[in-house]
Protein backbone atom coordinates (compact mmCIF):
# COMPACT_ATOMS: atom_id res chain seq x y z
CA UNK A 1 0.00 0.00 0.00
CA UNK A 2 1.13 3.07 -1.46
CA UNK A 3 -0.51 6.07 0.91
CA UNK A 4 0.30 10.09 0.97
CA UNK A 5 0.50 11.51 4.47
CA UNK A 6 -0.36 14.73 5.69
CA UNK A 7 0.50 16.27 9.27
CA UNK A 8 -0.67 20.22 10.09
CA UNK A 9 -1.21 19.74 13.98
CA UNK A 10 0.71 22.27 15.47
CA UNK A 11 3.68 23.80 13.71
CA UNK A 12 5.53 21.70 11.34
CA UNK A 13 3.82 21.63 7.87
CA UNK A 14 4.62 18.25 6.70
CA UNK A 15 3.88 15.97 3.95
CA UNK A 16 5.33 12.06 3.35
CA UNK A 17 4.55 9.52 0.94
CA UNK A 18 5.01 5.85 2.72
CA UNK A 19 4.97 2.57 1.59
CA UNK A 20 3.52 -0.88 3.70
CA UNK A 21 4.48 -4.35 1.84
CA UNK A 22 3.05 -7.37 2.34
CA UNK A 23 5.34 -8.62 4.75
CA UNK A 24 4.74 -5.88 7.21
CA UNK A 25 7.74 -4.14 6.14
CA UNK A 26 7.69 0.06 5.71
CA UNK A 27 9.76 1.99 3.46
CA UNK A 28 9.18 6.10 3.67
CA UNK A 29 9.96 7.20 -0.31
CA UNK A 30 9.50 10.84 0.44
CA UNK A 31 9.45 12.89 3.79
CA UNK A 32 9.00 16.44 3.46
CA UNK A 33 8.86 18.94 6.71
CA UNK A 34 8.76 22.61 6.67
CA UNK A 35 9.37 24.02 10.38
CA UNK A 36 8.06 27.17 11.29
CA UNK A 37 10.59 28.19 13.64
CA UNK A 38 11.50 31.40 12.48
CA UNK A 39 7.50 32.48 12.64
CA UNK A 40 7.07 31.71 16.05
CA UNK A 41 10.48 32.27 17.84
CA UNK A 42 10.14 36.06 18.60
CA UNK A 43 7.21 34.58 20.88
CA UNK A 44 8.92 31.73 22.60
CA UNK A 45 6.14 29.49 21.53
CA UNK A 46 3.86 28.64 19.30
CA UNK A 47 1.19 31.11 18.22
CA UNK A 48 -2.18 28.98 17.21
CA UNK A 49 -3.26 31.38 14.28
CA UNK A 50 0.16 32.15 12.80
CA UNK A 51 0.28 28.10 12.88
CA UNK A 52 -2.94 27.84 11.00
CA UNK A 53 -2.04 30.40 8.36
CA UNK A 54 1.58 28.95 7.58
CA UNK A 55 0.27 25.51 7.03
CA UNK A 56 -2.42 27.18 4.12
CA UNK A 57 0.62 28.98 2.43
CA UNK A 58 3.08 26.02 2.72
CA UNK A 59 1.18 22.55 2.69
CA UNK A 60 0.59 22.51 -1.19
CA UNK A 61 4.33 22.72 -1.73
CA UNK A 62 4.92 20.60 0.53
CA UNK A 63 2.95 17.90 -1.22
CA UNK A 64 3.64 18.58 -4.63
CA UNK A 65 7.40 18.21 -3.46
CA UNK A 66 6.61 15.01 -1.62
CA UNK A 67 5.06 13.78 -3.91
CA UNK A 68 7.47 14.50 -6.64
CA UNK A 69 10.60 12.89 -4.32
CA UNK A 70 8.61 9.60 -4.20
CA UNK A 71 8.16 9.76 -8.02
CA UNK A 72 4.33 8.85 -7.32
CA UNK A 73 1.29 10.37 -9.39
CA UNK A 74 -2.01 10.88 -7.20
CA UNK A 75 -3.34 8.23 -9.25
CA UNK A 76 -0.64 5.48 -7.77
CA UNK A 77 -1.82 6.00 -4.13
CA UNK A 78 -4.05 3.09 -2.07
CA UNK A 79 -4.87 6.04 0.22
CA UNK A 80 -4.71 9.87 1.81
CA UNK A 81 -3.95 10.12 5.59
CA UNK A 82 -4.07 13.27 7.61
CA UNK A 83 -3.68 13.88 11.16
CA UNK A 84 -6.97 14.50 12.46
CA UNK A 85 -6.02 15.80 16.15
CA UNK A 86 -5.45 16.09 18.92
CA UNK A 87 -3.78 19.51 18.19
CA UNK A 88 -3.96 23.11 17.12
CA UNK A 89 -7.70 23.09 15.40
CA UNK A 90 -7.21 25.44 12.68
CA UNK A 91 -3.96 23.81 11.67
CA UNK A 92 -5.68 20.86 11.68
CA UNK A 93 -8.55 21.68 9.97
CA UNK A 94 -5.81 22.82 7.01
CA UNK A 95 -4.62 19.39 6.59
CA UNK A 96 -7.55 17.46 7.10
CA UNK A 97 -9.67 19.50 4.25
CA UNK A 98 -6.65 19.21 2.15
CA UNK A 99 -6.29 15.51 2.53
CA UNK A 100 -10.28 15.01 1.62
CA UNK A 101 -10.23 16.97 -1.30
CA UNK A 102 -7.28 15.00 -2.17
CA UNK A 103 -8.96 11.57 -1.69
CA UNK A 104 -12.37 12.71 -3.32
CA UNK A 105 -10.47 14.34 -6.32
CA UNK A 106 -8.57 10.77 -6.48
CA UNK A 107 -11.33 8.77 -5.60
CA UNK A 108 -9.09 6.54 -2.84
CA UNK A 109 -9.66 5.82 0.05
CA UNK A 110 -9.23 8.29 3.39
CA UNK A 111 -7.71 7.77 6.55
CA UNK A 112 -8.27 10.23 9.76
CA UNK A 113 -5.20 9.71 11.85
CA UNK A 114 -4.83 10.29 15.52
CA UNK A 115 -1.71 11.60 16.00
CA UNK A 116 -0.74 10.18 19.44
CA UNK A 117 -1.60 6.53 17.00
CA UNK A 118 0.89 7.85 14.58
CA UNK A 119 3.71 8.14 17.43
CA UNK A 120 2.22 5.25 18.88
CA UNK A 121 3.23 3.30 15.91
CA UNK A 122 6.08 5.18 14.61
CA UNK A 123 9.02 2.38 15.36
CA UNK A 124 7.21 0.23 12.94
CA UNK A 125 8.38 1.60 10.10
CA UNK A 126 11.69 1.84 10.43
CA UNK A 127 12.01 -1.42 12.92
CA UNK A 128 11.21 -4.66 13.25
CA UNK A 129 8.51 -4.35 15.92
CA UNK A 130 4.32 -5.23 16.49
CA UNK A 131 2.28 -4.98 19.31
CA UNK A 132 2.15 -5.88 22.36
CA UNK A 133 4.38 -3.34 23.36
CA UNK A 134 5.19 -0.99 26.26
CA UNK A 135 5.14 2.52 24.67
CA UNK A 136 6.18 5.68 26.53
CA UNK A 137 4.84 8.70 24.35
CA UNK A 138 7.17 11.93 25.52
CA UNK A 139 5.97 14.84 22.98
CA UNK A 140 5.52 18.63 24.03
CA UNK A 141 1.75 17.97 24.55
CA UNK A 142 2.02 14.60 26.59
CA UNK A 143 3.46 11.91 28.63
CA UNK A 144 2.45 8.83 28.98
CA UNK A 145 3.14 5.02 29.02
CA UNK A 146 0.95 2.85 27.44
CA UNK A 147 0.25 -0.78 26.63
CA UNK A 148 -0.01 -1.28 22.83
CA UNK A 149 -2.17 -4.21 22.46
CA UNK A 150 -3.09 -3.61 18.52
CA UNK A 151 -3.29 -0.92 15.57
CA UNK A 152 -6.41 0.68 17.46
CA UNK A 153 -6.41 -0.79 21.16
CA UNK A 154 -4.30 1.02 23.85
CA UNK A 155 -4.47 1.24 27.54
CA UNK A 156 -2.97 3.91 29.35
CA UNK A 157 -0.88 3.00 32.26
CA UNK A 158 0.28 6.66 33.08
CA UNK A 159 0.22 10.19 32.54
CA UNK A 160 1.00 13.65 33.50
CA UNK A 161 -1.07 15.13 36.00
CA UNK A 162 0.88 18.66 34.92
CA UNK A 163 3.23 19.75 32.53
CA UNK A 164 3.73 16.77 29.39
CA UNK A 165 7.92 16.62 29.47
CA UNK A 166 8.65 18.11 26.10
CA UNK A 167 6.87 21.01 27.73
CA UNK A 168 9.37 20.94 31.20
CA UNK A 169 12.19 21.34 28.35
CA UNK A 170 10.52 24.05 26.58
CA UNK A 171 10.03 25.92 29.72
CA UNK A 172 13.12 24.98 31.29
CA UNK A 173 14.92 26.79 28.03
CA UNK A 174 13.07 29.50 28.16
CA UNK A 175 14.00 30.41 31.43
CA UNK A 176 17.50 30.11 31.05
CA UNK A 177 17.59 32.28 27.67
CA UNK A 178 17.71 29.43 25.32
CA UNK A 179 16.04 29.02 21.90
CA UNK A 180 12.49 27.37 21.24
CA UNK A 181 12.37 24.56 20.90
CA UNK A 182 13.73 24.01 23.79
CA UNK A 183 14.31 20.15 24.17
CA UNK A 184 17.63 20.13 22.00
CA UNK A 185 18.58 23.35 23.04
CA UNK A 186 18.81 21.83 26.96
CA UNK A 187 20.49 18.56 25.71
CA UNK A 188 23.08 20.50 24.39
CA UNK A 189 24.05 22.86 26.99
CA UNK A 190 23.87 19.79 29.46
CA UNK A 191 26.79 18.08 27.36
CA UNK A 192 29.38 20.46 28.48
CA UNK A 193 28.10 20.67 32.46
CA UNK A 194 27.42 18.95 35.69
CA UNK A 195 24.59 17.70 37.56
CA UNK A 196 25.69 19.38 40.73
CA UNK A 197 22.38 21.68 41.51
CA UNK A 198 19.76 19.44 43.17
CA UNK A 199 16.46 19.35 41.75
CA UNK A 200 13.59 17.34 42.95
CA UNK A 201 12.22 13.47 41.66
CA UNK A 202 8.40 13.99 41.53
CA UNK A 203 6.36 11.04 41.49
CA UNK A 204 9.23 8.68 42.18
CA UNK A 205 7.89 5.62 43.99
CA UNK A 206 4.21 5.95 43.64
CA UNK A 207 2.62 3.05 42.74
CA UNK A 208 0.65 4.04 39.36
CA UNK A 209 3.27 5.35 36.90
CA UNK A 210 1.80 8.85 36.60
CA UNK A 211 4.55 11.85 36.45
CA UNK A 212 3.82 15.05 37.81
CA UNK A 213 6.75 17.76 35.72
CA UNK A 214 5.97 21.19 36.92
CA UNK A 215 7.54 21.45 40.19
CA UNK A 216 10.36 20.58 38.34
CA UNK A 217 10.81 23.46 36.59
CA UNK A 218 9.62 25.46 39.53
CA UNK A 219 12.91 24.30 41.28
CA UNK A 220 14.95 25.17 37.99
CA UNK A 221 13.55 28.73 38.23
CA UNK A 222 14.31 29.14 41.58
CA UNK A 223 18.11 27.47 41.46
CA UNK A 224 18.67 30.07 38.41
CA UNK A 225 17.49 32.71 40.52
CA UNK A 226 19.27 31.88 43.44
CA UNK A 227 22.56 31.86 40.81
CA UNK A 228 21.45 35.15 38.62
CA UNK A 229 23.27 36.65 37.18
CA UNK A 230 23.78 33.23 34.88
CA UNK A 231 27.69 32.65 34.07
CA UNK A 232 27.56 30.04 30.92
CA UNK A 233 28.48 27.68 33.14
CA UNK A 234 25.82 28.37 35.23
CA UNK A 235 23.50 27.84 32.70
CA UNK A 236 25.02 24.66 31.55
CA UNK A 237 24.91 23.17 35.53
CA UNK A 238 21.39 24.11 35.43
CA UNK A 239 20.69 22.12 32.24
CA UNK A 240 23.10 19.02 33.66
CA UNK A 241 20.79 18.73 36.52
CA UNK A 242 17.08 19.07 34.45
CA UNK A 243 18.83 16.39 32.44
CA UNK A 244 19.27 14.44 35.17
CA UNK A 245 16.06 14.47 36.04
CA UNK A 246 15.61 11.95 33.25
CA UNK A 247 15.87 9.52 36.85
CA UNK A 248 11.91 10.32 36.76
CA UNK A 249 11.57 8.34 33.79
CA UNK A 250 13.50 5.53 34.66
CA UNK A 251 11.42 4.88 38.10
CA UNK A 252 8.02 5.79 36.27
CA UNK A 253 9.48 2.99 33.21
CA UNK A 254 10.31 0.39 35.29
CA UNK A 255 7.29 0.91 37.59
CA UNK A 256 4.77 0.84 33.94
CA UNK A 257 6.89 -2.72 33.52
CA UNK A 258 5.74 -4.36 36.19
CA UNK A 259 2.36 -3.60 34.90
CA UNK A 260 2.63 -4.23 31.59
CA UNK A 261 4.02 -7.35 32.20
CA UNK A 262 0.83 -8.38 34.49
CA UNK A 263 -1.69 -7.26 31.33
CA UNK A 264 0.34 -9.36 28.13
CA UNK A 265 -0.04 -13.17 27.44
CA UNK A 266 2.99 -15.26 29.77
CA UNK A 267 5.63 -15.70 26.97
CA UNK A 268 5.36 -12.70 25.42
CA UNK A 269 8.58 -10.81 24.64
CA UNK A 270 9.15 -8.03 26.04
CA UNK A 271 9.69 -4.69 24.33
CA UNK A 272 9.62 -1.06 25.18
CA UNK A 273 8.94 1.26 22.10
CA UNK A 274 9.76 5.20 22.89
CA UNK A 275 8.25 8.09 20.50
CA UNK A 276 7.50 11.42 20.62
CA UNK A 277 9.60 14.68 20.16
CA UNK A 278 11.66 14.03 23.75
CA UNK A 279 12.40 10.54 22.51
CA UNK A 280 15.29 11.70 20.35
CA UNK A 281 17.06 13.20 23.41
CA UNK A 282 20.07 11.39 23.87
CA UNK A 283 20.75 11.05 27.51
CA UNK A 284 17.15 9.71 27.85
CA UNK A 285 17.47 7.44 25.18
CA UNK A 286 20.77 6.10 27.53
CA UNK A 287 18.48 5.66 30.45
CA UNK A 288 15.44 3.78 28.61
CA UNK A 289 18.71 1.65 27.46
CA UNK A 290 19.87 0.74 31.09
CA UNK A 291 16.47 0.17 31.69
CA UNK A 292 15.61 -2.33 29.17
CA UNK A 293 18.86 -3.97 30.10
CA UNK A 294 17.71 -4.36 33.64
CA UNK A 295 14.34 -5.85 33.07
CA UNK A 296 15.12 -7.84 29.83
CA UNK A 297 13.04 -5.81 27.80
CA UNK A 298 14.63 -5.00 23.96
CA UNK A 299 14.72 -1.56 23.25
CA UNK A 300 13.16 -0.11 20.15
CA UNK A 301 13.78 3.89 19.76
CA UNK A 302 12.92 5.94 16.12
CA UNK A 303 15.20 7.64 14.84
CA UNK A 304 15.26 11.29 16.41
CA UNK A 305 13.66 12.64 12.74
CA UNK A 306 11.14 10.82 13.54
CA UNK A 307 10.68 11.02 17.17
CA UNK A 308 9.47 14.73 16.39
CA UNK A 309 6.52 15.40 14.27
CA UNK A 310 6.83 14.24 10.54
CA UNK A 311 3.80 13.00 8.27
CA UNK A 312 5.62 9.90 7.69
CA UNK A 313 4.33 8.53 10.83
CA UNK A 314 0.66 9.91 9.70
CA UNK A 315 1.17 7.77 6.44
CA UNK A 316 2.53 4.90 8.11
CA UNK A 317 -0.30 4.58 11.11
CA UNK A 318 -2.61 5.73 7.80
CA UNK A 319 -1.58 2.60 6.09
CA UNK A 320 -2.02 0.19 9.17
CA UNK A 321 -5.55 1.26 9.35
CA UNK A 322 -6.06 0.77 5.77
CA UNK A 323 -5.00 -2.50 5.59
CA UNK A 324 -7.54 -3.53 8.38
CA UNK A 325 -9.74 -2.12 6.56
CA UNK A 326 -10.24 0.99 8.73
CA UNK A 327 -11.06 4.32 6.68
CA UNK A 328 -13.19 7.20 7.12
CA UNK A 329 -15.51 9.25 5.53
CA UNK A 330 -15.55 12.85 4.70
CA UNK A 331 -17.56 13.80 7.80
CA UNK A 332 -14.66 13.01 10.01
CA UNK A 333 -14.13 15.52 12.02
CA UNK A 334 -11.18 18.11 13.32
CA UNK A 335 -10.58 16.94 17.02
CA UNK A 336 -8.54 19.49 19.72
CA UNK A 337 -8.55 16.39 22.08
CA UNK A 338 -8.40 13.23 20.87
CA UNK A 339 -7.42 10.24 23.93
CA UNK A 340 -5.56 7.17 22.53
CA UNK A 341 -7.53 5.52 25.51
CA UNK A 342 -10.90 7.51 25.93
CA UNK A 343 -11.25 4.48 28.85
CA UNK A 344 -8.59 6.15 31.13
CA UNK A 345 -9.50 7.05 34.34
CA UNK A 346 -8.74 10.49 34.71
CA UNK A 347 -5.41 10.88 36.10
CA UNK A 348 -6.21 13.61 38.95
CA UNK A 349 -6.11 12.21 42.31
CA UNK A 350 -3.85 9.04 40.87
CA UNK A 351 -1.13 10.43 43.00
CA UNK A 352 -2.67 11.05 46.31
P1 LIG B 1 2.06 16.15 20.81
O1 LIG B 1 2.67 15.08 19.97
O2 LIG B 1 1.96 15.76 22.25
O3 LIG B 1 0.80 16.67 20.25
P2 LIG B 1 4.04 17.88 19.67
O4 LIG B 1 3.58 17.24 18.42
O5 LIG B 1 4.23 19.34 19.72
O6 LIG B 1 3.08 17.40 20.85
P3 LIG B 1 6.54 16.58 19.22
O7 LIG B 1 6.75 17.32 17.97
O8 LIG B 1 6.35 15.12 19.18
O9 LIG B 1 5.38 17.22 20.13
O10 LIG B 1 7.74 16.91 20.19
C1 LIG B 1 8.14 18.24 20.38
C2 LIG B 1 8.74 18.33 21.76
O11 LIG B 1 9.93 17.50 21.80
C3 LIG B 1 9.17 19.73 22.16
O12 LIG B 1 8.72 19.98 23.46
C4 LIG B 1 10.70 19.66 22.11
O13 LIG B 1 11.34 20.52 23.03
C5 LIG B 1 10.95 18.20 22.45
N1 LIG B 1 12.24 17.74 21.94
C6 LIG B 1 12.65 17.68 20.66
N2 LIG B 1 13.94 17.27 20.59
C7 LIG B 1 14.34 17.06 21.88
C8 LIG B 1 15.56 16.65 22.50
N3 LIG B 1 16.65 16.36 21.77
N4 LIG B 1 15.58 16.56 23.86
C9 LIG B 1 14.49 16.83 24.61
N5 LIG B 1 13.33 17.25 24.08
C10 LIG B 1 13.25 17.36 22.75
MG1 LIG C 1 5.92 20.07 17.11
FE1 LIG D 1 3.67 15.15 18.13
Not at 2 to 12: A, N, Y
Not at 192 to 211: A, Y
Not at 243 to 262: C, H, I, K, T, Y
Amino acid sequence: LTLLGIETSCDETAAAVVRLYPDGHGEILANVIRAQLDLHAAYGGVVPEIAARAHVDLLDPAIRQAMSEASVDFGDLDGVAAAAGPGLIGGVIVGLTTAKAIALGCGKPFVAVNHLEAHALSAGLTDDVAPPYLLLLVSGGHTQLVVVHDVGRYTRLGTTLDDALGEAFDKAAKLLGLGYPGGPEVERHAARGKPVIPLPRPMTGRPEPHFSLAGLKTALRQEAMARAPLSDQDVADLCASFQAASDVVRDRVLRAMALFEDRVPEGTALTLVAAGGVAANGPLRTVLGEVAVARGYRLVVPPPALCTDNAAMIAWAGAQRLARGLTDDMGAAARARWPLDPEAPPALGAGV
